[in-house]
């Protein structure tokens, strides 16, 4: 796939620390780590972007027909721009199975997963094809109907049913997600629909990169698949959240961060070096916004 999108990204932290890459979920943007990448900012370099559709990152012409594969590839070539050697790889439900697509196509770029409410897609090709379906079909819903309606319809789904018994923080995360463009998340759900994903259990039993697992204990279905990921994978740790449906890292930010925490304490153990002053906020425009680059 030759028309990357130009990925917009912010970088935050000490710039000679461990790199994370946080890859948020469908509807989102980079935004959506907010509450927790600051929390690593001390000790790492943190990568935060929007995803193709997504925030300010526009799907190209012409990769509309891509799937996830060239998403994982474009993320890629944004590292090797980046000169981006190694990283830990932190993905929330869409942005976990693309941080598992990225991993299966380079393994030894990466030295840790954490993957929040993900899965390595679907195992048939009958039920791949009943998800692409389902997919485009909401897709052109979302456009019938708008974007806010189709947001409240999908926030009525069993596993968000914890962030309804909170009305004033869904409305918060729902005002957040008004600010995409309804016309490029449509093709976004097309492009990374679970559908056009290549099933990846087979590679992930013989995945050897540590990974965390977390899941929210009110989220049933994801709660399961990751417990099944962990009894095939001998790398694997499952970290299961009280009180958290499917958005843990939203719903208790603070309980996410310790497990990551503890879990990425290699990463994170102190050193002699001491920050330098390039250890900022990233390379800022006259406004104060980070800038994004092009693959």
Not at 69 to 84: F, G, M, S, T, Y
């Amino acid at each position: 796939m030759n028309d990357f999108p130009l990925f917009d990204y912010r970088l935050a932290g000490r710039s000679a620390g461990p790199v994370l890459l946080f890859l948020h979920g469908f509807f989102g943007d980079r935004r959506e780590w907010d509450e927790i990448a600051p929390r690593f900012e001390q000790d790492c370099l943190c990568l935060t972007v929007d995803l193709p559709g997504h925030g300010q990152t526009r799907l190209a012409t012409g990769f509309e027909n891509a799937a996830m594969p060239d998403v994982a590839a474009a993320l890629l070539a944004l590292l090797d721009l980046l000169e981006i050697r190694s990283c830990s790889l932190i993905g929330y439900s869409m942005g976990g199975r693309l941080a598992l697509q990225m991993a299966v196509l380079q393994p030894a770029r990466f030295t840790s997963l954490v993957l929040e409410s993900a899965s390595p897609g679907m195992r048939s090709d009958q039920e791949r094809r009943e998800r692409m379906a389902e997919d485009d079909r909401r897709a052109g819903q979302l456009l019938d109907i708008g974007l806010e309606a189709f947001l409240n319809q999908w926030y009525s789904q069993p596993m968000f049913q914890t962030l309804r018994a909170n009305p004033a923080h869904l409305d918060a995360l729902i005002r957040r997600r008004l600010d995409n463009d309804p016309g490029q998340l449509a093709r976004a759900l097309r492009v990374m629909s679970v559908g056009r994903q290549p099933s990846l259990w087979q590679q992930w039993s013989a995945n050897r990169i540590p990974a965390l697992l977390v899941a929210g204990a009110l989220d049933p279905k994801y709660g399961g698949i990751a417990a099944e990921m962990a009894g095939l994978c001998t790398a694997a740790r499952l970290c299961v959240i009280d009180g958290c449906g499917h958005n843990v890292h939203y719903e208790d930010p603070q309980a996410y961060t310790e497990h990551m925490k503890r879990f990425l304490s290699v990463l994170l153990a102190p050193n002699d070096s001491a920050p330098t002053k390039e250890d900022v906020d990233g390379e800022m425009d006259s406004s104060g916004d980070l800038l994004g680059h092009q693959v």
